[in-house]
């Protein structure tokens, strides 16, 4: 094993923020695809969400990293039928993963198809179901693009994530093996068409590594996206299986990809990227959603930051403490506070309606660059009039600054 070094909680900070993304300089002008393919291929994926209170999920983490952008651009890219620079499927969570990623996601789609898949209810329906299965493919192939309603099954589920009715889950199922995929999503809801009339024939040709290679590749993204991380923090990227993922590990250390190192602070030994840079200082200041890769995992981001973090959609109102849907708002190396923010498109108006601070914080700077954030923001969303609500203790100064 390579020799051990250490790292200062700062250092760790700021080479994972500078890893993500963080740190560039924004501008007014709507940033071009180029730009967002940049930050695509930085972050590998962008994990997709139903939750649309202020908006889609996977909008915001290029948002926190360049401004103001074009998501139509990203959507001509990643939703639409053609041209397509990225994929969907089960990465960490649902997800839109860059196109060039599709060979080492095979391996996951072949054990789904094995029964060795991510969800046991998928499993138990692929095996008492194949023949409907089979009645599925045969449609979606003759039909072409395909919505759970265009099915002949017309039952209904019983609502929630998994209250599915038979053809969705059979059309899930079907994703996860990687025998459909994505076509479109209209309303955020997914069509479905076999890989061969989605995913460029240049990108399905591509040989397919094995397993392990596969999986020690994905370790090395983990790594290039995080910056420094523990064991936990580089599978979890990809959601990757415990004994697969310490195997590539050991392998990634063997080969110089990964370097043990330990970290003020922290229990778990890290491991440092050999790609990871340390600036000497991290300048930034950026709203992010609770699904961006800089605060998805809860655990990281205490250790990392010393900021606790739970996202509270699904407490009860008498018992949320923050608010409903609340961004962590990253000022320099640190969040500095919390926003619990809504799109009310029919009033054209973002609405703050709580603000909280941090411990420790300077409550007129922390209020003076989240106004320019949440300015920003709105311009963003076409969203000309801004509403600061009274709750919260930052919300004072964010008023008096707006």
């Given at each position: 094993m390579a020799r051990s070094s250490s790292l200062t909680a700062s250092q760790a900070r700021r080479i994972a923020l500078a890893a993500q993304?963080?740190?560039?300089?924004?501008?007014?002008?709507?940033?071009?695809?180029?730009?967002?393919?940049?930050?695509?291929k930085r972050l590998h994926l962008l994990q997709i969400d139903s939750v649309n209170v202020l908006t889609r999920s996977h909008y915001l983490p290029l948002f926190s990293r360049l401004g103001n952008y074009d998501r139509a651009a990203l959507?001509?890219?990643?939703?639409?039928?053609?041209?397509?620079?990225?994929?969907?499927c089960w990465a960490h969570e649902a997800s839109l993963v860059r196109m060039e990623l599709h060979p080492l996601m095979r391996w996951r789609m072949a054990r789904a198809q094995n029964g060795d898949g991510i969800y046991r209810s998928m499993r138990d329906f692929a095996h008492a179901e194949k023949a409907y299965l089979k009645n599925v493919m045969k449609f979606v192939s003759t039909h072409g693009v395909t919505a759970q309603s265009d099915l002949p099954d017309k039952s209904k589920g019983e609502g929630g994530w998994w209250g599915w009715s038979k053809g969705k889950l059979a059309l899930e199922t079907l994703f996860a093996q990687g025998l459909l995929t994505t076509a479109k999503r209209e309303s955020f809801e997914r069509f479905y068409d076999l890989p061969e009339r989605v995913i460029p024939t240049e990108?399905?040709?591509?040989?397919?590594?094995?397993?392990?290679?596969?999986?020690?590749?994905?370790?090395?993204?983990?790594?290039?996206?995080?910056?420094?991380?523990?064991?936990?923090?580089?599978?979890?990227?990809?959601?990757?299986?415990?004994?697969?993922?310490k195997q590539a590990l050991e392998d990634a250390v063997e080969e110089g990809i990964?370097?043990?190192?330990?970290?003020?602070g922290w229990k778990p030994r890290a491991y440092l990227h050999c790609a990871a840079k340390i600036p000497k200082k991290?300048?930034?200041?950026?709203?992010?959603?609770?699904?961006?890769?800089?605060?998805?995992?809860?655990?990281?981001?205490?250790?990392?930051?010393?900021?606790?973090?739970?996202?509270?959609?699904?407490?009860?109102?008498?018992?949320?403490?923050?608010?409903?849907?609340?961004l962590p708002f990253l000022?320099?190396?640190?969040?500095?506070?919390?926003?619990?923010?809504?799109?009310?498109?029919?009033?054209?108006?973002?609405?703050?309606?709580?603000?909280?601070?941090?411990?420790?914080?300077?409550c007129e700077e922390v209020a003076a660059n989240l106004s320019i954030e949440i300015k920003a923001m709105a311009n963003w969303l076409n969203l000309p009039n801004i509403k600061i609500g009274n709750s919260g203790n930052l919300a004072p100064y964010l008023k008096k600054t707006l």
């Open positions: 993304g963080f740190g560039q300089i924004k501008t007014a002008k709507a940033s071009n695809w180029a730009a967002q393919q940049k930050e695509l959507d001509k890219r990643t939703l639409n039928h053609t041209h397509r620079a990225a994929f969907e990108v399905l040709n591509l040989p397919t590594p094995s397993a392990r290679d596969s999986i020690l590749q994905l370790m090395d993204l983990s790594g290039q996206a995080l910056g420094v991380a523990t064991a936990f923090d580089l599978r979890d990227y990809f959601r990757l299986p415990v004994a697969d993922a990964l370097k043990p190192v330990t970290v003020e991290i300048e930034t200041a950026a709203l992010v959603t609770p699904f961006d890769p800089i605060c998805w995992d809860r655990d990281r981001t205490e250790r990392l930051f010393n900021f606790h973090y739970r996202i509270e959609l699904y407490t009860p109102q008498p018992k949320r403490k923050f608010g409903y849907y609340v000022q320099e190396e640190s969040f500095a506070g919390r926003v619990c923010l809504k799109a009310d498109r029919e009033n054209s108006t973002l609405l703050a309606n709580a603000i909280h601070h941090e411990e420790f914080v300077n």
